[in-house]
Antibody
Framework: EVQLVQSGAEVKKPGESLKISCKGS????????IGWVRQMPGKGLEWMGI????????RYSPSFQGQVTISADKSISTAYLQWSSLKASDTAMYYC????????????WGQGTLVTVSS | SSELTQDPAVSVALGQTVRITCQGD??????ASWYQQKPGQAPVLVIY???NRPSGIPDRFSGSSSGNTASLTITGAQAEDEADYYC???????????FGGGTKLTVL
């Protein structure tokens, strides 16, 4: 069974750093793109970027380029999304999702990680 | 603002047919995928490619595309179909993905 399990909710202060994770299981982790999607409170889905764990090829949305870093550790089948200096506007739910190139769609999603940034 | 445009809200009577649309220049070259999201839940893929349903998605969901518009049709809408629906495809550059702004479907 394909599963993406994300790390738990985080409460941080502005200026702090953060790295959240997404662990894949039940499939060949290195053979599928993993994307990250932001959903701010009461708002829609926003594509942030995507990584191919097989060779760490990474693409970013222009809106998020330079604001976050996406990485993966294929030895433990885990993708990451990290911030070096959080802002209150980073408060949102963050989802990871698998993106098979063959279907050009996100077929499996993590449960989401709620990040709250508040002083 | 998104490069894929969706109507913010649509309503349908129980058992009737509803079409949710997604407009964007990139849709002339790329298919859209569609996602259903219920409150407090992660999105679920309902349609991808020309008109493909993942396993477990009822056949009342279908997809189509014409010109710069992709459509998700629900034939015989059920109460459990009430949700937010999002389209996803490439942006106009073709180099990145993007989501539409979402459509809130109300089943009356």
């Amino acid at each position: 069974e394909v599963q993406l399990v994300q790390s738990g909710a985080e409460v941080k202060k502005p200026g702090e750093s953060l790295k959240i994770s997404c662990k894949g299981s039940g499939y060949s982790f290195t053979s599928y793109w993993i994307g990250w999607v932001r959903q701010m409170p009461g708002k829609g889905l926003e594509w942030m970027g995507i990584i191919y764990p097989g060779d760490s090829d990474t693409r970013y949305s222009p809106s998020f380029q330079g604001q976050v870093t996406i990485s993966a550790d294929k030895s433990i089948s885990t993708a990451y999304l990290q911030w070096s200096s959080l802002k209150a506007s980073d408060t949102a739910m963050y989802y990871c999702a698998r993106f098979p190139a063959t279907i050009s769609g996100f077929d499996y999603w993590g449960q989401g990680t709620l990040v709250t940034v508040s002083s | 603002s998104s490069e894929l445009t969706q109507d913010p809200a649509v309503s349908v009577a129980l058992g009737q047919t509803v079409r949710i649309t997604c407009q964007g220049d990139s849709l002339r070259s790329y298919y859209a995928s569609w996602y259903q999201q219920k409150p407090g839940q992660a999105p679920v893929l309902v349609i991808y490619g020309k008109n493909n349903r993942p396993s477990g998605i009822p056949d009342r969901f279908s997809g189509s595309s014409s010109g710069n518009t992709a459509s998700l049709t629900i034939t015989g809408a059920q109460a459990e179909d009430e949700a937010d629906y999002y389209c996803n495809s490439r942006d106009s550059s073709g180099n990145h993905l993007t989501f539409g702004g979402g459509t809130k479907l109300t089943v009356l």
